[in-house]
T-cell receptor, first 114, second 115 residues
Framework: AQTVTQSQPEMSVQEAETVTLSCTYD???????LFWYKQPPSRQMILVIR??????QNATENRFSVNFQKAAKSFSLKISDSQLGDAAMYFC???????????FGKGTHLIIQP | DTGVSQDPRHKITKRGQNVTFRCDPI?????LYWYRQTLGQGPEFLTY????????KSRLLSDRFSAERPKGSFSTLEIQRTEQGDSAMYLC?????????????FGPGTRLTVL
């Protein structure tokens, strides 16, 4: 079974600075997808960024980028120029090659200090 | 807004009662997923449908849990004989048929409190 581990229950960063959230996963599959989802307080989960395992190039979406290390099974999220609106729970998620449900980590609570 | 909607948003019930939650996916999304999220945890996958067919239900937590999607549009999740341990947020997500990445769009959730 696949597992996703987020070892940082909480992270804090000053506004405008950069923060990196860690995620490791375990799988025996070669074809899969990885996601970072954001869940603001009392609001629904939204997709931040995704990465296809077959792509060596790291995904980037504006201020959000990932460091995907397939051999190490590591998938970290870097948020540049942190903004107050980035404060939320961040979940790392794994999907195999099919249409099955996602496997999530326990999440990291990101605090933005003004 | 044409996002995923869930009803009710909050449900308080007494132990032993049955509850039913509804999820309306994004229009034309043929895949629909149910998750449970307990406090301090990430969502836990329960079951999913492709159109009206329930393709995975072995992850439902017990035989007290059941889900339907009779016409391939909205779905319901029922919990019979609720227990205090069922208290959680129940999330629904949908995905389009041609989603290459299994990207799922989540609803706001139904928060269940069992007294």
């Amino acid at each position: 079974a696949q597992t996703v581990t987020q070892s940082q229950p909480e992270m804090s960063v000053q506004e405008a600075e950069t923060v990196t959230l860690s995620c490791t996963y375990d799988t025996s599959e070669s074809d899969y997808y990885l996601f970072w989802y954001k869940q603001p307080p009392s609001r629904q989960m939204i997709l931040v960024i995704r990465q296809e395992a077959y792509k060596q190039q790291n995904a980037t979406e504006n201020r959000f980028s990932v460091n995907f290390q397939k051999a190490a099974k590591s998938f970290s999220l870097k948020i540049s120029d942190s903004q107050l609106g980035d404060a939320a729970m961040y979940f790392c998620a794994y999907s195999g090659g099919g249409a099955d449900g996602l496997t999530f980590g326990k999440g990291t609570h990101l605090i933005i200090q003004p | 807004d044409t996002g995923v909607s869930q009803d009710p948003r909050h449900k308080i019930t007494k132990r032993g009662q049955n509850v039913t939650f509804r999820c309306d996916p994004i229009s034309e999304h043929n895949r629909l997923y149910w998750y449970r999220q307990t406090l301090g945890q990430g969502p836990e996958f329960l079951t999913y449908f492709q159109n009206e067919a329930q393709l995975e239900k072995s992850r439902l937590l017990s035989d007290r849990f059941s889900a339907e999607r009779p016409k391939g549009s909205f779905s319901t999740l029922e919990i019979q004989r609720t227990e205090q341990g069922d208290s959680a947020m129940y999330l629904c997500a949908s995905s389009p048929r041609l989603a290459a990445y299994n990207e799922q769009f989540f609803g706001p959730g139904t928060r269940l409190t069992v007294l």
